[in-house]
């Protein structure tokens, strides 16, 4: 059974920081891509940031500068480190993991207060 468990979501001040992790049971970490995508309301899901089993990076152009992807491939864990936050921010935040198969992750939330 596949699992993706985020962590690390809430509520912070504009400028501030909050690091989100991901991690992964039931696949093979290593080979999969890892991915942070966030929805906000009454908005469709988008692509925040990836990283490959090689540690290529892919960032939106929203967080460009400010969000940096990482993962541990001992811990199966993906994190992503948000600093400079915005109210734009603001969304649930999903993991998904990519091989074959697509897996996502329940989402957390980050609230960006101004």
């Known amino acids: 059974q596949v699992q993706l468990v985020e962590s690390g979501g809430g509520l912070v001040q504009a400028g501030g920081s909050l690091r989100l992790s991901c991690t992964a049971s039931?696949?093979?970490?290593?080979?999969?891509?890892m991915g942070w995508y966030r929805q906000a309301p009454g908005k469709q899901r988008e692509l925040v940031a990836t990283?490959?089993?090689?540690?290529?990076?892919n960032y939106a152009d929203s967080v460009k500068g400010r969000f940096t992807i990482s993962r541990d491939n001992a811990k199966n864990t993906v994190y992503l480190q948000m600093n400079s936050l915005k109210p734009e921010d603001t969304a649930v935040y999903y993991c998904?993991?990519?091989?074959?198969?697509?897996?996502w992750g329940q989402g957390t939330q980050v609230t960006v207060s101004s």
């Open positions: 998904q993991a990519r091989y074959d198969y697509i897996y």
């Open positions: 039931g696949i093979i970490f290593t080979i999969n891509t």
């Open positions: 990283i490959t089993s090689r540690g290529s990076t």
